[in-house]
């Protein structure tokens, strides 16, 4: 039997779920032109296109989360968005928009082989640049029912950093 904190819960998280789909569909509609210019692989499929940093939407279920110990604990929602980010961020990869990208990636071109190898784990990455809070219902350790907002748990861009 379901309590009046869940039904709320249930409710407002339908109702951001609504409004999150329908600013997704307005800006898709927007930039269809640069959507196609900017398309990422499918993160299963990486020969499909060429990698660069993308955000990759995925999003676990209810069954998925019971099999993973870590996450079993949430009662609500029955899903978890896990997005990631992937992809390169040197080279032909570059963004154009980030200046200090294109400092580090000229610089790290004119760099012999050795020296090249040495700093590669500090050039610039694919990391989460926009996040939102995620909230979840679940027992504590008194089994009694806890609301938490997560902050900064999901990541809604990415961009190389």
Do not use: W
Request: proline share 4%; aromatic share 8%; net charge positive.
């Amino acid at each position: 039997m379901k309590t009046l904190s869940i039904i709320q819960l249930e409710n407002q998280y339908l109702l951001k779920k609504r409004l999150i789909q329908r600013s997704f569909l307005i800006e898709s509609t927007k930039s269809s032109i640069q959507h196609i210019t900017q398309s990422c692989p499918s993160f299963l499929d990486k020969n499909k296109y060429e990698t660069k940093c993308c955000l990759f939407r995925y999003t676990l279920n209810k069954m998925q989360m019971d099999q993973n110990d870590k996450l079993r604990f949430i009662i609500f929602p029955h899903h978890l968005p896990i997005n990631m980010c992937h992809g390169r961020c040197i080279g032909l990869y570059m963004p154009t928009d980030n200046a200090h990208s294109i400092l580090m990636n000229r610089y790290f071109s004119g760099l012999g082989s050795v020296e090249r190898e040495a700093i590669y784990n500090s050039m610039p990455c694919c990391a989460a640049n926009e996040t939102i809070p995620f909230t979840i219902l679940y027992k504590d350790h008194k089994d009694q029912l806890v609301t938490e907002t997560l902050p900064k748990a999901v990541k809604t861009n990415c961009a190389c950093s």
